[in-house]
Every structure is written in C-alpha cells, then in structure tokens.
C-alpha cells in the first residue's frame, strides 16, 4: 500500500506562481514513477507532468512545458510540482499519482497515461483568476 498527500494548492491570480507537495509513504519502493494529474469540472483527467523515481526521465504535457517542473527529493519521499505563469486555464484539482512507468516509453502520452497509476491522493486545489 501507498498513501500520498498533496499540499500547497491555493487561489492565484494569473501569472502568478504555487508550488505543490506530494509526500508518499508505505511501499514506495515498488513503484518506478510518479506524477502529477488535474482535473478541471467536466473535463477529463489530465496528465500533467511525471519523474521516474531513479531520476532518469521527466515528461511534461503539452499545456505546461516550459511553466511547470517537477522534482523530487527522494530523501523525504516528496515530490514537488513547481507551477509559473500560471493561467486561469490551469484551474483544476491536481492529484498526485505513484505506479509503473514503462522502461523505455516512447513519448510522454505512454506516461502521463493515468492507467499507469494506481495510487492517488486526494488532491488540492488550484485556482487562477484573471
């Protein structure tokens, strides 16, 4: 079992910036990667951004490359979602996710693929206003 709890989420007002926290605990160590979804009222769950935990990768989504990072800090068993320039298009809930990654993907749609995970938060909110 895997328990992850976000934090850091808040109201913003466009271009601003918030940093989120994603902190794991129980049986991480049987799971390669970890990601960050959101899901906005009627719209489908999105694929933000994802790290393997060795480090090695990072993917972004289309919609945030070059405004969100994601890092970890294997240490503490957090991972971080550092979002700039944010847009009130960004307003969702976002949720942080743990599960197996494949190997070698692809392109980034093989990992920001939320049947990937199976381990969720319960999410923070997010709110950009104009």
């Known amino acids: 079992q895997v328990q992850l709890v976000e934090s850091g989420g808040g109201s913003v007002q466009a271009g601003g910036s918030l940093r989120l926290s994603c902190a794991a605990s129980?049986?991480?160590?049987?799971?390669?990667?970890m990601a960050w979804f959101r899901e906005a009222p009627g719209k489908e769950r999105e694929g933000v951004a994802a790290?393997?935990?060795?480090?090695?990768?990072?993917y972004y989504g289309d919609s945030v490359k070059g405004r969100f990072t994601i890092s970890q800090d294997n240490a503490r068993n957090t991972v971080y979602l550092q979002m700039n320039s944010l847009k009130p298009e960004d307003t969702a809930m976002y949720y942080c996710?743990?599960?197996?990654?494949?190997?070698?993907?692809?392109?980034?749609?093989?990992?920001?693929?939320?049947?990937?995970?199976?381990?969720w938060g319960q999410g923070t909110q997010v709110t950009v206003s104009s």
């Open positions: 790290i393997y935990t060795d480090g090695t990768r990072l």
């Open positions: 129980g049986d991480t160590y049987s799971r390669n990667c």
């Open positions: 996710a743990t599960g197996s990654c494949p190997r070698s993907p692809w392109n980034a749609r093989q990992v920001l693929d939320r049947a990937k995970y199976n381990y």
